[in-house]
């Protein structure tokens, strides 16, 4: 960090670690336990876009309040707490209904803490925001053991233990963030533009609206694919492998970005992701049954997510400098994984149900190929900031 501060390292990755490992709990497995409990696709598909909905509202708001308050962590810290204590309504939720609600109020403030704390995480770091990576690593490394040890826990156990484990997990990220000092800062270095400027470059709206199609293109996969794999004669504890390999996959591109961006630029960099991502799916959607095609699927992981994640937080903070990172960071998380994640949950449940995978997947190809025609045609990189 600038200044000779010292990076509290282990203490920003512990956040990752346990944050992504109740990721690698909800996204793999929430599906296989609602099936369990009795729901359709459809509804599985509903539920699953309630969590990704409320990251079209919650991240905005509660980036206005850090940004004006300058308590960014203090948020952090009471959105967790909150996420936890709502979690527990889904012991006593015994229909569709109040489990929706219960899981609009969880995931109100869950989703709120993530965009939040990239912005410490990268103000921490100040001119080494490259290295970003190297501590967003552990993120990865605890969606890795989550589905791992999961897939076995709930193949041995079954799909009922898992709302025990997600409690746990929710509890620790309450509990690390209580250890971070960094990011309250009452006066913050005021933004050149202001937000409605940024927001009115052709090279943003063109970001958001790709980071928008490619997370939409995910639906299928987020919501579907444990149930995909299962029903193709995959066991649990295979597919819990699997995930892990995308996942594996995604941290050698964390370990190596901070020579990739300043090597390759941004821009290249996304347009081969989104790409690539395309390529995913198709294989996804018609090789099912091939074991070695559906492990180099999972291997491109590492441009579907960790590539272009890693880029897409690099162009937000290039873009929303100052006081602008908390509102920033929300963006780009209610705009992809917020809305784009809830429309990929929603069509990929419909479609699943009335047409099937191949169907799903098809789409899927086709909005990914659809941002990568709209990230080549309009976004640019951002002016460096002023010194």
């Known amino acids: 960090m600038s200044g000779g501060t010292p990076v509290p390292y282990w203490r920003l990755s512990a956040f990752y670690l346990f944050y992504f490992a109740s990721l690698g709990a909800l996204v793999p497995y929430w ?120 897939g076995a826990l709930l193949e041995q156990y079954g799909s009922g233990l898992l709302p025990f484990l997600l409690s746990g997990l929710l509890l620790a990220i309450w509990l690390v963030s209580l250890g971070i000092r960094a990011g309250d800062h009452a006066h913050e270095t005021v933004a050149h533009q202001s937000l409605g400027q940024v927001l009115r470059q052709p090279a943003v709206l063109a970001l958001f609206g790709v980071c928008f199609l490619l997370q939409a293109s995910h639906g299928p996969y987020y919501a579907f694919y444990t149930l995909y794999m299962e029903d193709h004669g995959y066991g649990r504890s295979t597919i819990g492998m699997l995930w892990a390999l995308g996942v594996i996959a995604e941290i050698l591109v964390f370990m190596v970005m901070h020579r990739w961006l300043p090597r390759y630029g941004a821009r290249r960099l996304l347009l081969a992701a989104l790409l690539l991502t395309s390529v995913r799916w198709l294989i996804m959607g018609t090789s099912v049954e091939v074991f070695g095609l559906m492990l180099f699927a999972q291997s491109l992981h590492a441009a579907s997510f960790g590539l272009y994640h890693a880029v897409a937080i690099h162009l937000v903070h290039g873009f929303f400098r100052g006081r602008l990172q908390g509102r920033g960071q929300a963006l780009y998380s209610s705009l992809s994984f917020g809305a784009g994640g809830a429309a990929g949950a929603l069509y990929s449940g419909y479609v699943w149900q009335q047409g099937g995978a191949l169907q799903a997947y098809l789409i899927a190809a086709a909005l990914s190929l659809a941002a990568a025609w709209l990230g080549w045609r309009y976004v640019r990189e951002p002016a460096p900031a002023a010194t």
Do not use: C
């Open 31 to 150: 599906g296989l336990y609602l099936r369990g409990e009795g729901y359709s696709a459809a509804q599985i598909g509903e539920l699953l876009a309630v969590l990704m909905a409320t990251k079209i509202v919650a991240p905005n708001i509660w980036g206005w309040l850090a940004d004006h308050s300058g308590r960014r962590m203090g948020i952090i810290r009471m959105g967790s707490l909150l996420a936890l204590l709502a979690f527990a309504g889904v012991y006593w939720a015994e229909s569709y209904t109040s489990l929706l609600l219960v899981m609009l109020l969880f995931s109100f403030f869950w989703n709120a803490t993530l965009p939040q704390f990239e912005a410490v995480t990268l103000e921490v770091l100040g001119k080494d925001e490259h290295r970003y990576s190297a501590i967003r690593l552990w993120g990865s490394v605890g969606f890795i053991v989550a589905v791992l040890l999961l």
